[in-house]
């Protein structure tokens, strides 16, 4: 990005909503990776005396955090680059309300730096400002280790991030960190092959510092790295080392051997695991807070059932019945009865039973706990009932579900696990195959599935062998029984081509790449479509919405099975969704097929829902009204 000279802001602070008004409208941009930010300079400012006139109401006030009313806070949010930077003078707009740091607002477009005069720095700002984006994706101030903001400082030629704090203090090309050196760091803005001596890599795209006292080199991505995590594969926290003993040690997330020459994170109650420290701070990994000095929390393991008597408990998702204990109901396969949990059929197994109406749990849902920590997302996840007007999307295995589920505990993440993905816990141990799977996250890996044959990043795999499963297969029912065989179906993936197989439902060739269920008394197979159909995790009866439409889930119980409207064909799975009037083979196809802009044109052309959209839109203008009030326009 090459750098302009624009002409200097005016000699009065502007408030930064006066300042970035026209932003989107004048605005020019460039990326960082994968990240878009706008670039600001004066094109942004008021430019004739209607926006001028707007702008004064807008009038910025000096204060100190010591002597004012607001010092007791403790949250303190400034509004231009969205950090919690806690400062002792601060702006504070009259007009909007908000407060500023004072380096936020009188940050200039352009900063020349006394150390690199020839390459000034550019103020840009993030263009996506969403909290998903702010935690997982945003860079690190190259200065203080810490994420940046909505704004920043960057120079294209020394590959240099600065937060507008830290880019006006004079010391921010030398640092020092006694925890990672004894002696003073120096930035070396030049992108060059040379292993640093924290994580081992020979990485050219990023700059280093160096110690001018001994040959000691660190990224500057590195020199910063959390002393103590919690990452989403070990139960305990980690702490970074610079040594280990002398014992084989391979990486707790990538599967591959570590250098003990160089520094990685280890255990801190003394389990043999260690990470590199590059695989410990990926986003899917680790949640991004610095645990050092911070105490340990304890989560109490609560039981999600309460023990009335002798084989009776009450469920926290049931709590208004009293459940009973049934060993082995799954005797009589009864497969119109279902886990609430999982929504899977009794088979077999022992379950639990409400002795009032027809909820059932298996003995493993009801044991559920109620809070976990998952191997695929780096925050916790807090069990939750099934909501009877709304399927949830499971992000590990890409299913639909209505039963229970496991959602992340940060409440602006929307993560969420059917029970049995989150029943997955490092190394998985799959009935069909002898040695354990691990999850190896590779956004570029080829290797398919052995189930289905799909390509997936997300995979679990064997270290030994080239064997790998995605979750979506990985949590098939081992066992599964259909009316058509008295005995009970097993999961395979063993070559059928050796000799001609059919389904039995079907009547269609098997695929010798995809797995399927068979019986080993019978010989019979059957695809894994035919028997558990397209959407295996939802209930027969209930009615959802989603984007607004609303979905009714019944049984293909007629004696001539409907048309799809998607895929015009007649759907010959257990379950049809209908919305609108219209019939569909599976959920997906009504959420991310074209017809999904149909059915929500019908449904908002009901009246009722017309009126509905007429009142939101009254609400909508009053509040706009109330707001120009109140800020003087």
Same mark, same amino acid.
Request: glycine share 4%; with cysteine.
């Given at each position: 990005?090459?750098?302009?000279?624009?002409?200097?802001?005016?000699?009065?602070?502007?408030?930064?909503?006066?300042?970035?008004?026209?932003?989107?409208? @004048?605005?020019?941009?460039?990326?960082?990776?994968?990240?878009?930010?706008?670039?600001?300079?004066?094109?942004?400012?008021?430019?004739?005396?209607?926006?001028?006139?707007?702008?004064?109401?807008?009038?910025? &006030?000096?204060?100190?955090?010591?002597?004012?009313?607001?010092?007791?806070?403790?949250?303190?949010?400034?509004?231009?680059?969205?950090?919690?930077?806690?400062?002792?003078?601060?702006?504070?707009?009259?007009?909007?309300?908000?407060?500023?740091?004072?380096?936020?607002?009188?940050?200039?477009?352009?900063?020349?730096?006394?150390?690199?005069?020839?390459?000034?720095?550019?103020?840009?700002?993030?263009?996506?400002?969403?909290?998903?984006?702010?935690?997982?994706?945003?860079?690190?101030?190259?200065?203080?280790?810490?994420?940046?903001?909505?704004?920043?400082?960057?120079?294209?030629?020394?590959?240099?991030?600065?937060?507008?704090?830290?880019?006006?203090?004079?010391?921010?090309?030398?640092?020092?960190? @006694?925890?990672?050196?004894?002696?003073?760091?120096?930035?070396?803005?030049?992108?060059?092959?040379?292993?640093?001596?924290?994580?081992?890599?020979?990485?050219?795209?990023?700059?280093?510092?160096?110690?001018?006292?001994?040959?000691?080199?660190?990224?500057?991505?590195?020199?910063?790295?959390?002393?103590?995590?919690?990452?989403?594969?070990?139960?305990? @926290?980690?702490?970074?080392?610079?040594?280990?003993?002398?014992?084989?040690?391979?990486?707790?997330?990538?599967?591959?051997?570590?250098?003990?020459?160089?520094?990685?994170?280890?255990?801190?109650?003394?389990?043999?695991?260690?990470?590199?420290?590059?695989?410990?701070?990926?986003?899917?990994?680790?949640?991004?807070?610095?645990?050092?000095?911070?105490?340990?929390?304890?989560?109490?393991?609560?039981?999600?059932?309460?023990?009335?008597?002798?084989?009776?408990?009450?469920?926290?998702?049931?709590?208004?019945?009293?459940?009973?204990?049934?060993?082995?109901?799954?005797?009589?396969?009864?497969?119109?009865?279902?886990?609430?949990?999982?929504?899977?059929?009794?088979? $077999?197994?022992?379950?639990?039973?409400?002795?009032?109406?027809?909820?059932?749990?298996?003995?493993?849902?009801?044991?559920?706990?109620?809070?976990?920590?998952?191997?695929?997302?780096?925050?916790?996840?807090?069990?939750?009932?099934?909501?009877?007007?709304?399927?949830?999307?499971?992000?590990?295995?890409?299913?639909?579900?209505?039963?229970?589920?496991?959602?992340?505990?940060?409440?602006?993440?929307?993560?969420?696990?059917?029970?049995?993905?989150?029943?997955?816990?490092?190394?998985?141990?799959?009935?069909?195959?002898?040695?354990?799977?691990?999850?190896?996250?590779?956004?570029?890996?080829?290797?398919?599935?052995?189930?289905?044959?799909?390509?997936?990043?997300?995979?679990?795999?064997?270290?030994?062998?080239?064997?790998?499963?995605?979750?979506?297969?990985?949590?098939?029912?081992?066992?599964?029984?259909?009316?058509?065989?008295?005995?009970?179906?097993?999961?395979?993936?063993?070559?059928?081509?050796?000799?001609?197989?059919?389904?039995?439902?079907?009547?269609?060739?098997?695929?010798?790449?995809?797995?399927?269920?068979?019986?080993?008394?019978?010989?019979?197979?059957?695809?894994?479509?035919?028997?558990?159909?397209?959407?295996?995790?939802?209930?027969?009866?209930?009615?959802?919405?989603?984007?607004?439409?609303?979905?009714?889930?019944?049984?293909?119980?007629?004696?001539?099975?409907?048309?799809?409207?998607?895929?015009?064909?007649?759907?010959?799975?257990?379950?049809?969704?209908?919305?609108?009037? $219209?019939?569909?083979?599976?959920?997906?196809?009504?959420?991310?097929?074209? $017809?999904?802009?149909?059915? &929500?044109?019908?449904?908002?052309?009901?009246?009722?829902?017309?009126?509905?959209?007429?009142?939101?839109? &009254? @609400?909508?203008?009053?509040?706009?009204?109330?707001?120009?009030?109140?800020?003087?326009?």
């Amino acid at each position: 990005m090459d750098s302009i000279d624009y002409p200097p802001p005016p000699s009065q602070p502007l408030c930064y909503n006066v300042r970035t008004r026209n932003l989107k409208r @004048r605005f020019r941009k460039t990326e960082l990776g994968d990240e878009s930010y706008f670039i600001i300079d004066s094109s942004c400012y008021p430019s004739d005396a209607r926006e001028d006139e707007k702008s004064s109401h807008h009038h910025l &006030q000096l204060l100190l955090r010591c002597n004012n009313e607001e010092s007791k806070q403790n949250d303190f949010s400034c509004h231009a680059c969205l950090q919690y930077t806690i400062v002792t003078i601060y702006y504070r707009c009259n007009g909007c309300y908000n407060r500023f740091h004072k380096e936020c607002v009188e940050s200039p477009a352009i900063f020349i730096s006394p150390y690199y005069p020839k390459y000034p720095l550019q103020l840009l700002q993030m263009v996506s400002m969403s909290i998903t984006t702010m935690v997982h994706k945003t860079k690190k101030c190259h200065s203080c280790g810490i994420r940046v903001g909505r704004l920043i400082y960057y120079s294209s030629i020394y590959d240099l991030i600065l937060d507008p704090i830290c880019a006006q203090k004079r010391e921010f090309s030398i640092i020092f960190n @006694r925890k990672r050196h004894e002696h003073t760091l120096h930035y070396f803005p030049r992108k060059v092959s040379l292993n640093c001596d924290i994580c081992g890599s020979d990485d050219n795209k990023i700059c280093f510092y160096i110690c001018h006292q001994c040959s000691f080199v660190v990224h500057i991505t590195c020199v910063n790295l959390p002393n103590v995590i919690q990452i989403s594969r070990h139960n305990h @926290r980690l702490f970074l080392n610079s040594s280990l003993s002398s014992e084989k040690w391979s990486c707790g997330v990538c599967r591959q051997k570590i250098d003990r020459n160089y520094w990685e994170y280890s255990c801190s109650k003394g389990c043999a695991y260690a990470v590199h420290c590059k695989c410990a701070i990926q986003y899917d990994v680790w949640d991004g807070k610095e645990l050092e000095d911070q105490p340990e929390e304890v989560y109490d393991n609560i039981k999600s059932y309460e023990e009335i008597g002798d084989g009776l408990i009450r469920h926290f998702c049931h709590p208004h019945h009293n459940m009973r204990f049934n060993e082995d109901f799954g005797k009589i396969y009864y497969e119109k009865k279902q886990c609430e949990a999982c929504l899977l059929p009794l088979y $077999d197994g022992n379950s639990y039973r409400c002795m009032q109406c027809d909820f059932n749990l298996h003995e493993e849902c009801a044991n559920l706990p109620r809070r976990i920590q998952n191997m695929v997302h780096a925050h916790q996840f807090i069990l939750q009932p099934a909501n009877f007007i709304k399927a949830f999307f499971c992000e590990s295995c890409h299913r639909y579900s209505c039963g229970f589920r496991y959602k992340c505990c940060e409440g602006w993440c929307n993560k969420s696990l059917d029970v049995r993905c989150a029943s997955l816990y490092e190394p998985v141990h799959h009935q069909s195959h002898p040695h354990p799977l691990f999850l190896i996250y590779t956004r570029t890996t080829k290797e398919p599935c052995v189930i289905c044959g799909e390509v997936s990043y997300l995979l679990l795999n064997c270290v030994k062998c080239f064997f790998a499963l995605c979750f979506r297969c990985a949590t098939l029912p081992y066992k599964v029984k259909h009316e058509g065989d008295e005995h009970l179906l097993t999961l395979s993936y063993e070559n059928v081509a050796i000799y001609p197989h059919w389904c039995e439902v079907c009547e269609e060739n098997m695929d010798p790449k995809k797995g399927y269920y068979t019986c080993s008394e019978c010989g019979t197979t059957i695809h894994i479509q035919c028997i558990l159909g397209n959407d295996p995790y939802m209930k027969s009866g209930q009615i959802t919405t989603f984007s607004g439409l609303m979905i009714h889930i019944i049984p293909n119980n007629r004696l001539i099975r409907p048309i799809c409207n998607h895929c015009q064909r007649r759907c010959q799975y257990k379950l049809v969704f209908t919305s609108g009037g $219209d019939i569909f083979c599976s959920y997906s196809e009504i959420l991310d097929g074209p $017809d999904k802009r149909l059915l &929500q044109a019908k449904q908002l052309a009901h009246p009722l829902t017309k009126k509905k959209k007429e009142q939101l839109a &009254q @609400r909508k203008q009053m509040k706009i009204y109330q707001e120009k009030l109140r800020i003087g326009f």
